[in-house]
């Protein structure tokens, strides 16, 4: 395993585990660190296929008793993209995310084969032609909307919509109720498929909450 519980430490500058949420939060959101931070982990891996904090989190952060927090599994990850198959309108929902590996796994088949591009030319083309999506692939052409209550969980799942340059946005709310504690601006405003997303916190503005379908702005949940 490339990231593993000591490499991950020693990237983010931590010596305990517990201390890494907190940490990748501060990273997040600041302009410069964050982009320092992606550089050092790109120096040890650039296949951004699956989610790399995957056994790092499970070992370390899930919170199983409190919030029966598991992660689901690559395979299935693949498999559920593959039954939901290519979405020409570029848009995508998730709640309890997690740290983002489902995700990953339909940004990484969006960046693929581009089916928002697919439904301007003719089908044929991309068909006997792997590899041309990337010349089609535009990030800002695809929006994510993602969501999770754990407080340990949204800084990773930041970190890997960001690195990937992603646009979307991340709320950290329950789905069902719609209270939430942060919502956060993901923005990659280039064409650039290899380039970074900004991570802008938004406000807690009754605009913000309209848009974002928030019932109310929370401190804590309530167990």
């Known amino acids: 395993m490339l990231f593993d519980v000591k490499t991950v430490n020693k990237l983010l500058g931590i010596d305990e585990s517990y201390k890494a949420p907190e940490k990748m939060l501060q990273l997040m959101l600041d302009d410069q660190k964050r982009v320092e931070i992606f550089k050092k982990f790109l120096e040890i891996s650039t296949n951004m296929q699956f989610d790399w904090f995957h056994e790092y989190f499970e070992d370390e952060q899930a919170e199983r008793k409190t919030k ?112 939430t504690k942060e919502a956060y601006f993901i923005r990659n405003d280039s064409d650039n498929w290899l380039g970074f997303s900004e991570v802008i916190k938004l406000p807690h503005t009754k605009a913000v909450q309209e848009e974002l379908n928030i019932s109310d702005w929370v401190t804590e949940f309530k167990q």
Not at 95 to 121: E, F, M, N, S
Not at 122 to 142: A, V
């Open 68 to 179: 029966k927090q598991d992660f689901t599994p690559q395979g299935i990850a693949d498999l559920m993209s593959a039954i939901v198959g290519k979405n020409p309108s570029g848009t995508y929902y998730e709640p309890a995310a997690g740290t983002g590996g489902i995700l990953i796994t339909r940004w990484y088949q969006d960046r693929l084969r581009d089916p928002v591009h697919l439904t301007k030319v003719d089908k044929k083309i991309l068909d006997h032609s792997p590899g041309i999506s990337l010349f089609t692939y535009d990030p800002r052409n695809y929006f994510y909307q993602v969501e999770e209550m754990s407080d340990r969980a949204i800084p990773f799942l930041l970190f890997n919509m960001a690195i990937r340059g992603m646009n979307g946005v991340a709320i950290q709310c329950d789905s069902l109720s719609r209270k």
